[in-house]
């Protein structure tokens, strides 16, 4: 997963906070999604939040890889924001359909 990430290579790069509801039975689980996030390029610190069940990642990462890779460990993760689930969910149904792989590009906002 480490190899997904695509950084923009433009001078006004900037790192992005990206805020997860991610369901942990344990700390164990705690200690499983900081060591999976610790192996993206560009993720500058990772706070898992137990009691809120709540990852934040701050980095210059893509978010949709970033939430991928947390998905390999915890299947029922999602963003923290519900615009950002909506946005995935359309995403997700146009790509779908088809048994290719597809890349897509998201602009940073």
Aim: glycine residues 4%; contains cysteine.
């Amino acid at each position: 997963m480490a190899d997904m990430q695509i950084v923009p290579a433009c001078k006004n790069v900037e790192a992005q906070y990206v805020e997860m509801m991610v369901p942990l039975y344990s700390h164990g689980c705690e200690k499983k999604i900081k060591k999976t996030l610790s192996y993206l390029k560009g993720i500058y610190s990772v706070k898992v939040d137990y009691n809120e069940q709540k990852v934040t990642v701050w980095g210059i990462c893509n978010k949709y890889d970033v939430l991928a890779t947390v998905r390999s460990k915890r299947k029922h993760a999602c963003f923290w924001n519900p615009k950002d689930n909506i946005a995935l969910e359309s995403i997700t149904r146009t790509t779908s359909g088809d048994n290719t792989t597809t890349f897509l590009s998201f602009s940073y906002s």
